[in-house]
């Protein structure tokens, strides 16, 4: 490994990201920068994470669904996010293709990582999504949606699983491609006002 701290982003790193994120290099350099900044160490810790990633929600509580994202970014489960998990992390919540997107998505969904997602999993992260949803918002959501459990049921329901089956990632995929309400439902996008 050698001094991981240099200042400089390493050169493999760089191209790996620009292929895998459509990132510019002057974009991925400069979030370097700004990552440096923050993190001097390189790495970043949960509690950092969720700093981050509260102030893409001010008006809601991130705090859960932060934990999850970041589990499914610490791909070397060591803890921290690196650089690269930290960027793949952005790319992935922002602006990814749909199956990369959805791949991380089933990731997210899959607490405990064993690769399936079973209908407890399910309501765990929509209990995080709806910590998201600001509560003037919560009030306006379909009646079929307006609690956790309901939005858990009702993706849910687009698996044709019965409660006590598990999800495998290319059901789970194959699920939300066709159907645009479960694409809906695994996240959060801030409603139009």
């Not at 493999?12 to 900044?37: G, H, R, V």
């Not at 790495?43 to 008006?59: D, L, N, W």
């Not at 070397?76 to 952005?90: P, R, S, V």
Request: hydrophobic letters at 35%; glycine letters at 4%.
């Amino acid at each position: 490994m050698g001094n991981t701290t240099s200042s400089a982003l390493s050169k493999e790193i760089l191209e790996d990201l620009k292929l895998t994120t459509k990132f510019s290099q002057t974009e991925i350099c400069q979030w370097y920068e700004n990552f440096q900044k923050q993190c001097p160490t390189g790495r970043i810790t949960p509690e950092e994470f969720e700093e981050i990633y509260a102030r893409f929600f001010p008006e809601a509580d991130a705090k859960s669904y932060a934990r999850h994202v970041f589990r499914s970014f610490d791909t070397n489960d060591d803890g921290t996010l690196d650089f690269k998990e930290y960027i793949i992390a952005l790319h992935m919540t922002s602006s990814g293709k749909t199956t990369r997107k959805l791949e991380w998505a089933f990731s997210l969904f899959d607490v405990d990582k064993n690769g399936y997602i079973n209908k407890s999993e399910v309501k765990e992260i929509c209990q995080a999504i709806f910590k998201l949803i600001p509560e003037e918002e919560q009030k306006r959501l379909p009646e079929d949606e307006n609690t956790p459990e309901k939005r858990a049921n009702k993706l849910w329901a687009f698996f044709d699983k019965r409660d006590n089956e598990r999800l495998a990632e290319g059901e789970f995929i194959k699920g939300v491609i066709e159907n645009e309400n479960a694409m809906r439902l695994i996240q959060y996008e801030p409603m139009k006002q």
